[in-house]
Structures are given as structure tokens and as C-alpha cells.
């Protein structure tokens, strides 16, 4: 990820919305926001004095969870969702960080991994 690419998603990641201002933005009332982080579908900022603030990453995150309710997937399989979709994510930035890099060796300079045997 470049230093730039790290500034927005740090920016997106800042909790600025109230817990009022988010259920406006997102038109899903605030006791649904607090059941949501209940069940661990959201994570909000915490101010020092235990106040909510809601980052741009949870307005996504928030508008994820209703397309998936839209389409009739319960709390439980949205959770699941949700953490694999951030898992296949991470998975992506590794790789695309993988590619990047300059190879250290040639195919033909790999040891074979245990188990298997070499086709040279």
C-alpha cells in the first residue's frame, strides 16, 4: 500500500460522526447501531469519555449490512460475511504486496517443499 493509499484509509478509519449523525446519514436508528455493535458487526471510536464516533470505513461497513438484510441474510450470517470479505481483503493487499517485490530466486533455484519431489 502506498503512504498515500495509508493516509486515506487512516482518514476513513477516524471516528467523526456522532451516533445521531450516523443513524442520518445511514437512516438506520440508533438502537439498531448499538445492536449492531452487540453483535459485532460494527466497531466504533470511542471518545475518552465512552461517546461513539463513526469513521467513513463504518458508513461502508453500514451500508454493506443493509444490502445484505435487504437480500435476507440474518445477523449471524452477515458477521460471517463481513469477516471473510475482510479477510479476502487482507489477503489481496498481501498478494498485490507479494507481486511488487522482486523475485529472489529463479523456479529453477527452489528447493522442493517437503513431501513432494522435485520434477528437474
Known amino acids: 500500500m ?3 493509499a495509508h493516509v486515506h484509509a487512516a482518514h476513513d478509519r477516524r471516528g ?11 437512516g438506520v436508528g440508533p ?14 471510536a470511542r471518545t475518552g469519555g465512552g461517546t461513539r464516533r463513526y469513521s467513513e470505513a463504518d458508513l461502508a461497513t453500514l451500508t454493506r ?10 445477523l449471524t450470517a452477515i458477521g460471517v ?4 470479505e475482510n479477510r479476502n481483503a487482507i489477503l489481496a493487499e498481501q498478494i498485490a504486496q507479494l507481486s511488487q517485490m522482486p523475485a529472489e530466486e529463479s523456479p529453477s533455484e527452489r528447493v522442493p517443499e517437503a513431501g513432494y519431489p522435485s520434477s528437474a
Open 16 to 26: 467523526v460522526y456522532g451516533i445521531s449523525v450516523m443513524s442520518e446519514l445511514s
Open 81 to 84: 460475511i463481513l469477516d471473510l
Open 2 to 4: 502506498t503512504d498515500a
Open 65 to 74: 449490512i443493509s444490502a445484505l438484510i435487504a437480500d435476507g441474510i440474518n
Open 31 to 44: 438502537q439498531t447501531l448499538r445492536l449492531y455493535e452487540r453483535r459485532g458487526l460494527l466497531t466504533p
